[in-house]
């Protein structure tokens, strides 16, 4: 059985850029949730999906960046325009059910904004 | 005062040691506990959650929660160099409208052969 789904799992852009970062959430699972976890710092919450939905993105920087779970397809983290303090890695979770706890990570994507 | 401390380590410990894991924290809504592991440039693995107060074992692991201190604690029995990770707590409200963990910023340990 397949865990979460990340990729790429190492990412470079140039400052200004956009940034795609992809998660398939383990089988049977449709509840999404992005987390930050910069050098030094612990995971913070982004924001939480579910498909076609975003039920919660209180932890979403208000500007340049977007979260969707479409119908069909992965999730989707976007950030347009990075600037350096982007650089962090970028972790997805899927649970089964809709609440918070038993959430499984995938490997997360290292994005690196030069 | 942030809402969830974890002393950062490092913490080094001979293998076959048991191993004391702490996280405080200031928000009484808190109802779920739950510790991860994480290799480094790995994502968190989920090894344990409790719900409200009280202990709970699985294998080698032990998770402890006590409300009243807010105080939550993971002990590794016969620690293992495989062990060598970093170890987050993490929390979660009960109830509907809560979907966001709230991390420690994780105790990174060392288990020397």
């Known amino acids: 059985n397949a865990g979460v789904m990340q990729n790429p799992r190492h990412l470079v852009r140039r400052r200004g850029q956009e940034a795609r970062l992809r998660c398939s959430p383990m089988?049977?699972?449709?509840?999404v949730y992005w987390y930050r976890q910069l050098p030094e710092e612990g995971l913070k919450f982004m924001v939480y999906?579910?498909?076609?939905?975003?039920?919660?993105e209180s932890g979403m920087p208000k500007e340049r960046f977007s979260a969707e779970f479409p119908k069909e397809g992965p999730s989707i983290l976007r950030i347009q325009q990075v600037v350096r303090g982007d650089s962090a890695a970028y972790f997805c979770?899927?649970?089964?059910?809709?609440?918070?706890?038993?959430?499984?990570f995938g490997p997360g994507t290292r994005l690196t904004v030069t | 005062q942030k809402e969830v401390e974890q002393d950062p380590g490092p913490l080094s410990v001979p293998e076959g040691a048991i191993v004391s894991l702490n996280c405080t924290y200031s928000n009484s809504a808190f109802q779920y506990f739950m510790w991860y592991r994480q290799y480094s440039r790995k994502g968190p693995e989920l090894l344990m959650y409790t719900y409200s107060s009280g202990n709970k074992e699985d294998g080698r692991f032990t998770a402890q929660v006590d409300k009243s201190s807010k105080y939550i604690s993971l002990f590794i029995r016969d620690s293992q160099p495989s062990d060598s990770a970093t170890y987050l707590c993490a929390m979660d409200y009960s109830g509907a409208g809560s979907y966001q963990l709230t991390f420690g910023k994780g105790t990174k340990l060392s288990v020397i052969p």
């Open positions: 089988k049977g699972h449709s509840h």
């Open positions: 979770a899927s649970s089964q059910n809709r609440g918070g706890y038993e959430q499984y």
């Open positions: 999906l579910q498909k076609e939905n975003i039920i919660d």
